[in-house]
T-cell receptor
Framework: AQSVTQPDIHITVSEGASLELRCNYS??????LFWYVQSPGQGLQLLLK??????LVQGIKGFEAEFKRSQSSFNLRKPSVHWSDAAEYFC???????????FGTGTRLTIIP | GAGVSQSPSNKVTEKGKDVELRCDPI?????LYWYRQRLGQGLEFLIY????????KSGLPSDRFSAERTGESVSTLTIQRTQQEDSAVYLC????????????FGSGTRLTVV
């Protein structure tokens, strides 16, 4: 069965600093990979997705993620965080031909001045 | 509407009662999903509807859970004989045609079973 691991439950970074959120997945074939953000009191919003092609994908709000098959990873990055980036971030994976998304347990991001 | 609408936003119910949660997807979105988010956990898939095809019910945790959708419109998730472990936020999402198009999530229904 597919699974997603987000090893960092909570990360704190200073405003303006760079950010990397880790995501590892377990699945044999090429997965469909997603990053979602959930701001307090709001629904989840899609940041970016990877299906095939260029392994570095650009998303909204200045985020990017890189698919590394050899490491089974799909880490999310941002070169300079803003206070408005404080939220919960979820990585998700789906098999080819399967609409079901499996979500990680999330990483809560706190931004300090 | 402009987004996915869920109602009620909050629901407190007594253990053993039945509850019904509603989801209004974005007009034209053929795919609709229900997920459950327990406190401090990731989202659990419950059920998926695509057009008039048979739904994928593989995520429903027990036979107390059921969901319906008529065509490409409103969906209802029903939980019978609620238990305390059913307390969670229930999220609905819709998509134009599947995950490749991305999901649009509603704000969820927070269910508390007392």
């Amino acid at each position: 069965a597919q699974s997603v691991t987000q090893p960092d439950i909570h990360i704190t970074v200073s405003e303006g600093a760079s950010l990397e959120l880790r995501c590892n997945y377990s699945y044999g074939a090429t997965p469909y990979l997603f990053w979602y953000v959930q701001s307090p009191g709001q629904g989840l919003q899609l940041l970016l997705k990877y299906f095939s092609g260029d392994t570095l994908v650009q998303g909204i709000k200045g985020f990017e993620a890189e698919f590394k098959r050899s490491q089974s990873s799909f880490n999310l990055r941002k070169p300079s965080v803003h206070w408005s980036d404080a939220a919960e971030y979820f990585c998700a994976v789906s098999n080819f031909g399967n609409e079901k998304l499996t979500f990680g347990t999330g990483t809560r991001l706190t931004i300090i001045p | 509407g402009a987004g996915v609408s869920q109602s009620p936003s909050n629901k407190v119910t007594e253990k053993g009662k039945d509850v019904e949660l509603r989801c209004d997807p974005i007009s034209g979105h053929t795919a609709l999903y229900w997920y459950r988010q327990r406190l401090g956990q990731g989202l659990e898939f419950l059920i998926y509807f695509q057009g008039n095809s048979a739904p994928d019910k593989s995520g429903l945790p027990s036979d107390r859970f059921s969901a319906e959708r008529t065509g490409e419109s409103v969906s209802t998730l029903t939980i019978q004989r609620t238990q305390q472990e059913d307390s969670a936020v229930y999220l609905c999402a819709s998509s134009l045609g599947g995950r490749e198009y991305g999901y649009t999530f509603g704000s969820g229904t927070r269910l508390t079973v007392v």
